[in-house]
């Protein structure tokens, strides 16, 4: 193994001790004497890869995201329709709501630092405004097929990224409710199924 393997490999053990340690007590509990513990280094090998423990967050964060908006681009770009590649990304909110429930703390952990601290706010604000604009978008080409009603596109993005935060914020405080990933795809075909054009769909409901 190369010095380049084993620092990447140290810096994945890093990553994943920290992922453990906030999703069981928390960001503000976890120290880095206990992530270095946990991932079986010593804290010179943390700071020589990370500066704070607020960077190590932060790249959680950002893996988190990105790892979505790519499975987003690849299911639109792998079907024909508006609705369909909708139908299809509810089965990455799906993947989501099966992760541990753990996982689950740490998108709470995400939205209450995001509240207080400027540098995270900015890390969580700026994908979802990437989101917002993939969704709006996304309105606008099924409006232009004819296979969307004639929406606002951005209403229809945000009321999108509402619906998909709220499920999953329900999920984090009652994982046990009910089955999230069932739930969120008939909440996606719903919604689909109120947006979709009707071939005898009059255009009285488009909006002014």
Known sequence: MTTQQRAEETRERILAAAEECFARQGYDATGVAEICERAGV???????????????????????????????????????????????????????FGMARERLFIFLEFLNKAARDPQIWEATITPYRRYR?????????????????????????NAILSLAIGLVLQAAMDPDGT???????????????????MESASPEGAWQ
């Open 179 to 197: 089955d999230w990933g069932v739930t969120v795809r008939q909440s996606v075909q719903m919604f689909v199924a109120g947006i979709r054009r």
């Open 42 to 96: 010593s804290k010179g090998a943390f700071f020589y890869h990370f500066p704070t423990k607020q960077a190590v967050f932060l790249e959680l964060l950002g893996r988190w995201l990105e790892g979505l908006e790519q499975q987003l681009n690849l299911m639109r770009a792998q079907v024909s329709s508006v609705p369909e590649a909708l139908l299809q990304m509810a089965g990455v909110a799906q993947q989501v």
């Open 133 to 157: 604009e993939f969704f709006a978008r996304m309105m606008e080409t099924g409006i232009a097929e004819g296979s969307l009603r004639l929406v606002d596109p951005e209403v229809a993005a």
